[in-house]
């Protein structure tokens, strides 16, 4: 063999390690950036961006950095749609969102088509892995699960009061109100009042006096923490005094910022705060630090990244096919949230709820308190 040849060979040896060190994994998340549901955007985009820094600091996926797109859907199905589209003609093959089930569906179906794993931080709808697809997973709960938790806590509670149960028509909103509702019936309570509402609503007055002339105790509220927060503003500005409850849909402190001190006293499902973990300690001082508060799902979606890459080494493969394979195999994930292991459906094996209530903290700001 010729020097040259020696040298050609060792050159392109070079390169070619060059090459796969300079590779990227494209990753996208996706969520409501902008518009009402906002603040919830923000948790999904932070705890990915983060939780991407974090793993290419320390070298990537399989010697591969990851290079991450953001995507807007407004809380918007079709927009949803339009983005999985675009991901997927950018050849991006995982996925952090997104946060609304009705979003989420028709998006995560397309995914599927394209050979895109998704990994949903928030969307807690059970008909997102109850559709036989290998590519959908998500990191919290499911409203019948949440349900169930609610339920409980209203049988044990408000035995023989009045109960209410409003939901803003969609699929998260009114799918866990019915979850909700489902649970007080079978234990034989029955509701006294059922109604939806339109999403982008700011007038409640209607339904304040529908409240009022049901005599409710207690008002059930499905749906997100725009509407939560203007319908228990409304309701206290009314003389309405019965107690709020919702799920994980107002767990972010803008909901008591829209109600203002009429939503102190406001009962809430969410899952054990992860804040709180030893897991995510460095982490949630790495946020604090940037003057962001990882609220909610904030974690939940630096947790996706996190189980992205464990599920790819241990496949050795970038193949979202065979990362999802491990990840439906029942492994343990060691993340910011706890171990975490999925079921053949893609829904983590853990029941993921507690109640929680706003009150106000040492500092005077009304926020959610754990309900020991």
Known sequence: MTKKTIFALTLGAALSLAATAQAQIKMGVAGPITGSNAAFGAQLKNGAEQAVADVNAAGGILGQKISLSVADDVSDPKQGVSIANKFASDGIKFVVGHFNSGVTMPASEFYQESGILAITPAATNPKITERNMWNIF??????????????????????????????????????????????????????????????????????????????????????????????VRQMRDQGVRATLMGGDGITDDEFAAVGGPGTEGTLMTYGPDPRKRPEAKAVVEKFRAKGFEPQAYTLYSYAAVQIIKQAAEAAKSLDPRKVADKMHSGMKFKTVIGDISFDKKGDVTRLDYVVYVWKKNPQGKITYVEIE
Request: glycine share 16%; aromatic share 8%.
């Open 138 to 231: 998500r990191t919290c709960g499911r409203d019948d699960q949440q349900g169930a938790v609610a339920g409980d806590y209203i049988l044990k509670n408000y035995k023989g009061k009045k109960i209410a149960i409003v939901h803003d028509k969609t699929t998260y909103g009114q799918g866990l109100a019915d979850e909700t509702r489902k649970k007080i019936n079978a234990g034989g309570m029955k509701d006294v009042l059922y109604e939806g509402v339109n999403t982008g609503e700011k007038d409640f007055s209607a339904l304040v006096s529908k409240i009022k002339a049901s005599g409710a105790e207690l008002v059930y509220w499905g749906g997100l923490h725009t509407e939560g927060g203007l319908i």
